[in-house]
């Protein structure tokens, strides 16, 4: 079982159907309890960062369990950054699981970014398996990760800067685009989140 966690933001419904669709068995959860048991987690995208940390409190401490028992976890857009240390948005913590701030793009250029732009791997992930350099996916943000540690990196993207579109640190991994929105390459991530769930 795949729990989506349901905090009262995020695209829930277009992620459990697009993990349906590769053959997930995707729950969405709005009770921490629920996580016991759960073979994977995804914490979905969409809000500002302090009203995500705050609703997403009541979960904390299951979801520091099941992350440290070494299941896979999915964070997808503000549910990246909630992992990071800081977010600029709020002058908020977030849960600390990757080190690292969460920052404004830039001046200069379209806040938010909103629109399909070009992935550039940095480096082999089963998460990108079948993912080539310059394949598009759908971005809506107006802030950005900047990861203490550039290992963490897995993708980058191109918006004003070069930016962290997909950071990995063990068992978490994290997409700053919406996969569930990004077409058939969306799928073909999704679908390789599921098979890690399966090994």
């Not at 349906?20 to 073979?39: C, E, F, H, Q, Y």
């Amino acid at each position: 079982m795949i729990a989506i966690i349901d905090y009262g933001m995020g695209n829930l419904h277009s992620i459990h159907n697009a993990l349906k669709k590769v053959g997930g068995d995707p729950v969405i959860i709005s009770d921490s309890t629920k996580l016991s048991g759960a073979d994977a987690v995804v914490i979905p995208g969409v809000g500002s960062f302090g009203d995500c940390m705050t609703n997403l409190a009541p979960f904390r401490d299951k979801l520091f369990e099941v992350i440290n028992s070494g299941i896979p976890m999915l964070g997808i857009c503000i549910g990246m950054h909630v992992l990071f240390d800081h977010g600029e948005e709020s002058d908020c913590a977030g849960f600390g699981l990757i080190a690292g701030d969460v920052i404004r793009l830039p001046q200069g250029v379209k806040i938010p970014q909103m629109g399909w732009n070009e992935l550039w791997i940095r480096q082999d992930s089963d998460l990108l398996s079948g993912i080539n350099n310059g394949d598009f996916f759908y971005f809506v943000h107006s802030y950005y990760c900047i990861p203490e540690d550039d290992s963490t990196i897995t993708a980058s993207t191109d918006y004003g800067v070069d930016l962290a579109a997909v950071v990995e640190k063990d068992n978490i991994h994290a997409v700053q685009f919406h996969p569930e929105k990004s077409s058939s390459k969306g799928l073909i991530i999704l679908n390789n989140f599921v098979e890690m769930v399966r090994c």
